[in-house]
């Protein structure tokens, strides 16, 4: 079956500007989760949704970051305003239910200008 | 901080050799989890153990599971070239933290062929 999606694999844009990232979940998976990986580093927590709670917002670094998730589907990370400092892949997953593995997309590589 | 702390950084061994990747954690857990990554790819989830357990097998892997030490270790034994990798632990909270799950900044494998 389909794996989770994310889009666009490559972004480049200019300081200042709004960015918008897509992850499609696997299909039930009621747990969706996004980190940031940067070069050569480890992950970064961003963002955590389960079911139809209120999203874990602890991991966003700055008002310039919000999520949305609709449902149990697709989800949004939305970055105002980038700085270089936000260059990074930004990873998404979902899982089947709280604690389970974790299904992961190949990332969006954000590259700020 | 992170959650999860692997150990060393960096292995690199030949093949044929096994490898050992450590990894301490700080707060109760439910179960904890190892993943791995290639180059430019998201992650794999490859085992899960449960706070309950104390090793587990999964073909070449062995993982162990100290919940008194808040350390596990994974095992690969009879490494080969295509192992090579980052390697991930990953810890899903228990209910204070609501399920999210954080990782170390990982353990780079390289088996040399």
């Known amino acids: 079956g389909a794996g989770v999606s994310q889009s666009p694999s490559n972004k480049v844009t200019e300081k200042g500007k709004d960015v918008e990232l897509r992850c499609d979940p696997i299909?039930?998976?009621?747990?969706l989760y996004w980190y940031r990986q940067r070069l050569g580093q480890g992950l970064e927590f961003l963002i955590y949704?389960?079911?139809?709670?209120?999203?874990?917002k602890s991991g966003l670094p700055s008002d310039r970051f919000s999520a949305e998730r609709t449902g149990e589907s697709v989800s949004t990370l939305t970055i105002q305003r980038t700085q270089q400092e936000d260059s990074a892949v930004y990873l998404c997953?979902?899982?089947?239910?709280?604690?389970?593995?974790?299904?992961f997309g190949n990332g969006t590589r954000l590259t700020v200008t | 901080s992170q959650q999860g702390e692997e150990d060393p950084q960096a292995l690199s061994i030949q093949e044929g050799e096994n490898a050992t990747m450590n990894c301490s954690y700080k707060t109760s857990i439910n179960n904890l989890q190892w993943y791995r990554q290639n180059s430019g790819r998201g992650l794999v989830h490859l085992i899960l153990?449960?706070?309950?357990?104390r090793e587990k097998h999964s073909g070449r892997l062995r993982v162990t599971l100290d919940t008194s030490k808040k350390s596990s270790s994974l095992l690969i034994t009879a490494s080969r070239a295509a192992d090579t990798a980052s390697y991930f632990c990953?810890?899903?909270?228990?209910?204070?933290?609501?399920?999210?799950?954080?990782f170390g900044d990982g353990t780079t494998l390289t088996v040399k062929p």
């Open positions: 299909s039930g998976h009621t747990a």
């Open positions: 153990i449960r706070s309950n357990e």
């Open positions: 949704f389960q079911g139809n709670s209120a999203p874990d």
């Open positions: 990953a810890t899903p909270g228990g209910n204070t933290n609501a399920g999210k799950s954080t």
């Open positions: 997953a979902s899982s089947l239910e709280r604690g389970s593995p974790l299904h």
